[in-house]
């Protein structure tokens, strides 16, 4: 498509539970970014793609945070036994190459842990 | 280690006046520079960008200046309008060369009518 497309919009989980958030980049990108934006305004780089490859996770806490892009699938983000600062919005972006072209974000999963 | 700052976290304008937003970095290995405007409940979408080896970078109302040697960008809009009410981020592509944006922490502007 021509959007990024994140779904769900709102996610809620109690605490202890899994989460798992999808998304879909605009077609023909061979690069996909995940961030989580907590406390409204920061956003933190978590994982990147380059198609099902893994380009960089250096970002990824990666105990309970596992992502997945695989062929002809949405690619997903999973928490494992989540916690409350979890809580935040998570945005998926995609681009052409991975540097000097904008990214192109979808409009976010945001989860909310209880 | 905020590496990219936005330190005024509002900017409130008159209609049809410029607003100048600032941003700056720390790491001198940043070589291209973003801005992106987000609504609530929406991602952030691009705006405009520039590269190290340029000094500006203009696109209808929006026009971005880069000063290298103080690390320091800003985004100008004229004229301003209702519309461009919003949050807005400058971000760089990190020193990894991997990809990853650092953002800024973000503006709010408010353009009164």
């Known amino acids: 498509g021509e959007e990024v497309a994140q779904t769900p919009k709102h996610l809620v989980r109690g605490e202890g539970q899994k989460a798992k958030l999808y998304c879909a980049p605009i077609?023909?990108?061979?690069?996909v970014f995940w961030y989580q934006q907590v406390l409204k305004n920061e956003f933190k780089f978590l994982i990147s793609?380059?198609?099902?490859?893994?380009?960089?996770e250096t970002g990824m806490p990666k105990e309970r945070f596992s992502a997945k892009c695989l062929p002809n699938s949405p690619c997903s983000l999973e928490i494992q036994a989540t916690k409350l600062e979890d809580s935040a919005v998570y945005f998926c972006?995609?681009?052409?190459?991975?540097?000097?072209?904008?990214?192109?974000f979808g409009d976010g999963t945001r989860l909310s842990i209880l | 280690d905020q590496q990219v700052k936005q330190n005024s976290p509002s900017l409130s304008v008159q209609e049809g006046r410029i607003s100048i937003l600032n941003c700056d970095y720390t790491n001198s290995m940043f070589d291209y520079f973003l801005w992106y405007k987000k609504y609530p409940a929406e991602g952030p979408t691009f705006l405009i960008s520039i590269s190290s080896i340029k000094d500006k970078n203009e696109d209808g109302r929006f026009t971005v200046f880069l000063n290298k040697s103080a690390k320091h960008l800003s985004l100008h809009i004229v004229p301003s309008q209702p519309g461009d009410s919003a949050v807005y981020f400058c971000?760089?592509?990190?020193?990894?060369?991997?990809?990853?944006?650092?953002f800024g922490q973000g503006t709010t502007l408010q353009v009164k009518p």
């Open positions: 077609k023909g990108h061979s690069y």
């Open positions: 793609f380059q198609n099902e490859n893994v380009f960089d």
């Open positions: 971000a760089a592509f990190g020193s990894s060369n991997t990809g990853k944006l650092i």
């Open positions: 972006a995609s681009s052409l190459l991975f540097e000097d072209q904008p990214q192109h």
